[in-house]
């Protein structure tokens, strides 16, 4: 009797053969071992620090910069304190950032479709884009329009003109300055309006839809909200803005806003290469949504452009979405490339900022904060979106 | 009965002749009509392509051919014609420095024999039809390096003898893990318990050193202080006891444990003396080094390092121990979350910050940390990927079999999972052969470094000069990346084991 009850009993299981224990003792030593190295590179670096006389400490940032800055977007001069001047490239680093991802968007969208185009020769030459651009450093791309293109261009007296009020050339893109007069907010206003006017028309158009059954076209309504609205304004209060055209003076041109050669060729640059990866991500998000999808909806009696509308987009943008934030962001850390042609981003002033001040461990931990609170805040925001158009699944 | 024949006039008794197609279906024509200009849009398309076509590769011709200057000695060929196009003499004379930057123009044939040897290897590593993978992998990952490293620095490395002792205290050390792999943790501890004890011994030894000075005495010329003897010495008398213990065993886990541990010591001896051996080789300092070749070193060497790095993180990514998943995520996405040029600038500024006192790194070493660290959060991500394609089933298997987890993921779940990423891992290495043009900024001369730098010789700055460097640079790196990935594609389809469904 007494064999059988100790066959029932479970077996004790040796110390060391615990799996419990083992994976507690495993992630001490790995914890130790961590500290250790971290005291290590604690220990190792204000040792060194003190050797050369440094502590790591951020009261410098307030010190006077004295250096200019050839792109402000807030009021910077020579007196401003170096963290206004890391201000002015984080600024910059959003403008480059916005501005590339618009523009790499609606490229690669473009792309993206012409590679599935009925057309041989449009597919091809898409195909031939994506080849050859995504194969070519992105860093060689900047430095190649800055260099090669951009700044061989003539001096401002034999400027390229357009039309007469724009101009390029070796100093930039001068285009004329918009002034706005009086009223010109009752624009901006009737802008704001026109798009609170589009949502409501859209909210009602689909309750009316569920309800009973009937369309409504709110995608143009909403269009013509937006754009009509202001220009209505804008004609109602007198058309309230003048241009400041830019003109020749001695060597250069005065008035006007000039986009700086950097900021053109940085633009040029990062759109064209990330284009290239997000037309390769539109063309895969369409080839996703299977070709049942589209008969079932011809077979329902829909259209072909209803069909794209409400059942091709949709489940592509499902596909499209994820990798082309990641695609954003890694436009937003190319950006920093900048540094290569001097266009003031966030890692051309800290570098410049560190260089005049010898912070290097402050700099570098800045830039690290920074970059890293922007992609936190991105894939923030892609999780809460995908959240919001995963295939609810049974 | 009547007549068939009569009461119709006429019975085809043969097939009609087949007319052709319609003409406007076959042949160039029904081509163009079909894919060309099947609507209105889509004929205006075309015309515009081909428009835009000819606009380029007309433009690229008469920039690169009708208007270029083939011929000259230096800048003056290319200045003295009027709106002349690329300056070919130029790159003539500079592309030897395209590929080896400043190495010495004598010592050349030490980076030819790396480049021959590479790529061979690499071929051969690459055609799947081919066999000895695994002895290959083993010569790229191992010897390969190693060659590279002695042939383009020169070898002939001065290791301290604290080093040395130190390496040696790690072997010997190392040998008292093997009964225990042999036998599992218990039985190895009470089989082992004097070698064990004496190995606390030297480690306490070791551990008050650390607060008192010892005294030191002359050994071959340097000083190494008595403690350190003693530890060695203890650590010694514990392997030899260890290891005879296991060699007296009639086991045959014992005798694998025991044959696996003098061949690792075996290789890092051999590493060691290959290293410290004087092969009569002129040494070349890394400033000298440049071109494809600065590329080539820190492609390769981020890759290589980072693969095993990479596997480790994905494992800990997907680990049931806390404390290392916490790790392995913050380490991936900080280093994901932040651009290359950061990481550069803080491996060339901060790494010496970090080390200490006395260490010192060269600038290109410093570059090659920041990037396997950096490609390594990437790899990890894409091993992730690997990871978890693999069905549960395969895992539970393993269990059920018995196997650790160490075996588990060694002999079933890695195999499979690898396989599926070599597409992504051959990605992953494609960017970081763009990404190594960021070398540059911090001051080093990669082939695009070599080629901006190129353009301040006085001898040759002419107007043509930066676009046809450009040229002849995106060339270049075009031809590798557009090869590996073709190379990816192919390696995607052979992969793929039929459970894809192809086409629409």
New interface residues.
């Given amino acids: 009797m007494t064999a059988v009850i100790d066959e029932a009993r479970p077996q004790r299981v ?4 615990d799996p419990k224990v083992r ?1 507690r003792a ?2 001490i030593v ?2 130790l071992l ?1 500290l250790w190295v971290g005291y ?2 604690y220990h ?2 204000s ?3 003190a ?1 050369l006389g440094k502590n790591v400490d951020f009261n410098f940032l307030g010190n006077t910069a004295g250096f200019d800055i050839i792109q402000r977007p807030i009021e910077y001069s020579r007196e401003s304190s170096y963290l206004t001047a890391i201000l002015v490239g984080f600024l910059n680093t959003l403008i480059i950032a916005i501005l590339g991802v618009i523009c790499a968007t609606i490229l690669g969208f473009v792309i993206g479709v012409m590679r599935l ?6 597919a091809k ?1 898409a195909a031939g884009y994506v ?2 651009i ?7 791309q900047i ?2 329009w800055y ?2 293109v951009l700044k ?1 261009l003539p001096g401002p007296k034999e400027s390229l003109s357009f039309l007469g009020v724009a101009f390029l050339n070796n100093r930039g893109f001068i285009i004329p300055k918009p002034i706005w007069g009086d009223g010109a907010g009752f624009v901006g206003i009737a802008f704001i309006i026109g798009c609170i006017a589009a949502i409501a028309v859209s909210r009602w158009a689909r309750q009316r839809q569920e309800r009973t059954g009937e369309q409504f076209h709110s995608f143009w309504a909403g269009l013509g909200l937006i754009i009509g609205l202001p220009i209505v304004a804008f004609l109602l209060a007198g058309a309230p803005v003048t241009f400041e055209y830019p003109e020749l003076k001695g060597f250069n041109f005065a008035g006007g806003t000039t986009i700086l050669p950097e900021l053109i060729a940085l633009l040029l640059a990062l759109s064209i290469y990330t284009a290239s990866f997000i037309a390769e991500i539109v063309r895969a998000g369409i ?1 996703a949504v ?2 049942g999808q589209s008969e079932a909806a011809h077979a329902l009696g829909l259209r072909a452009q209803p069909t794209l509308r409400l059942v091709v987009i949709p489940q592509a943008l499902r596909v499209i979405i994820p990798p082309l934030t990641s695609q954003y962001l890694n436009l937003t ?2 950006s ?2 900048a ?2 042609i001097a266009y003031p981003d966030l ?1 051309a002033m800290g ?1 410049v900022v ?1 260089n005049q001040s010898g912070r ?2 402050e700099i ?1 931990v800045i ?2 904060i920074v ?2 609170a ?3 805040f991105t894939s923030a925001f892609m999780n809460w979106y995908n959240a919001r158009v995963r295939l609810v699944e049974r | 009965m009547t007549d068939l024949s009569s009461s119709h006039a006429w019975v085809r008794t043969k097939d009609a002749e087949r007319l052709p197609p319609p003409p406007n279906t076959t042949g160039v024509v029904g081509w163009l009509l079909q ?2 200009f ?1 609507t209105p849009l ?1 004929s205006v ?2 015309i515009i ?2 428009a ?2 000819a606009w380029i590769g007309w433009g690229i011709i008469e920039w690169a051919i009708i208007r270029g200057v083939f011929s000259g000695e230096s800048r003056d060929a290319c200045v003295a014609v009027p709106d002349s196009g690329a300056c070919w003499p130029y790159v003539a004379a500079k592309f030897h420095q395209f590929v080896y930057g400043f190495y010495p123009f004598d010592q050349r044939w030490r980076v030819n024999i790396c480049f021959i040897v590479g790529a061979i290897a690499l071929a051969t590593m690459a055609i799947p039809s081919l066999p000895y993978k695994k002895w290959n992998a083993l010569f790229l990952l191992v010897v390969y390096p190693l060659m590279t490293f002695v042939l383009l620095t020169g070898g002939n490395l001065d290791f301290s003898t604290s080093t040395l002792l130190g390496i040696v205290g790690l072997l010997l050390l190392s040998a008292l893990i093997v009964p225990l792999l042999a036998f ?3 039985e190895g ?1 009470q089989r082992n318990r004097t070698a064990l004890l004496l190995a606390g011994a030297a480690l306490l030894i070791w551990l008050v050193t650390l607060f008192i000075s010892m005294p030191e005495i002359n050994l071959l010329g340097s000083f190494v202080s008595v403690s350190t003897l003693a530890v060695v010495a203890l650590l010694l008398a514990a392997a030899i006891m260890s290891l005879v213990h296991e060699a007296s065993s009639r086991d045959v886990s014992a005798r694998s444990a025991l044959l696996g541990w003098v061949g690792a010591c075996c290789a890092v001896i051999a590493v060691l003396l290959v290293m410290t051996v004087d092969f009569g080789l002129v040494a070349v300092e890394t400033q000298q080094w440049g071109g494809l070749l600065v590329t080539m070193v820190v492609a390769i060497t981020g890759i290589v390092a980072s693969l095993p790095l990479g596997i480790l993180l994905a494992l800990g990514r997907r680990s ?5 998943r916490l ?1 392995s995520v913050v380490f991936i ?2 280093w ?7 990481v550069l ?2 491996s060339s ?2 790494l ?6 006395g260490v010192n790194f060269d600038k290109l070493l410093r570059a090659l940390v920041g990037t396997a660290l950096f490609s390594a959060a990437y790899m990890a991500e894409t091993v992730r990927g690997g990871l978890q394609a693999i069905p549960k089933g395969q895992y539970e298997a393993a269990q059920a079999l018995g196997l650790s987890y160490w075996r588990t993921m060694s002999l079933i779940v890695l195999p499979q999972a690898l396989k599926i990423v070599i597409p992504g891992i051959v990605n992953s290495f ?1 960017s970081l052969f ?2 190594t ?2 070398v ?2 911090i001051g080093l001369f990669d082939l ?1 470094g070599i080629v ?1 730098a190129s ?1 301040a010789d006085p001898k040759w700055a002419a ?1 043509q000069t ?2 046809t460097g ?1 040229f002849v ?2 060339l270049m ?2 031809v590798f ?2 090869g590996m ?1 073709r190379y990816s594609i192919y390696m995607e389809r052979r992969l793929a084991t039929g459970h894809k469904r192809r086409g ?1």
């Fill in positions: 040796s110390f060391f053969n994976s495993a992630q790995f914890a961590l290590e590179i190792n670096t040792a060194n620090l050797k185009s009925s057309n041989w020769l449009l030459m080849e050859i995504r194969n070519i450093p992105l860093l060689l430095l190649f260099t090669a061989p080839m299977s070709h850390k190319n920093s490339l540094v290569a890692v570098g560190m290097a461990v570098v830039w690290m970059y890293l922007l992609s936190l | 894919n060309l099947n889509n398309f075309t392509g081909v835009f076509i599992g943790i218990e501890v049931k121990m806390p404390v290392v790790f996405e900080v994901r979350g932040v651009p290359l040029i950061t600038f803080m500024i901060m010496p910050l970090f080390l200490p006192e494609i763009k990404d043009t960021l540059l900024i695009l901006k353009f107007p930066a676009s450009f640079a995106a790196f075009w990346c557009f990935s629409i």
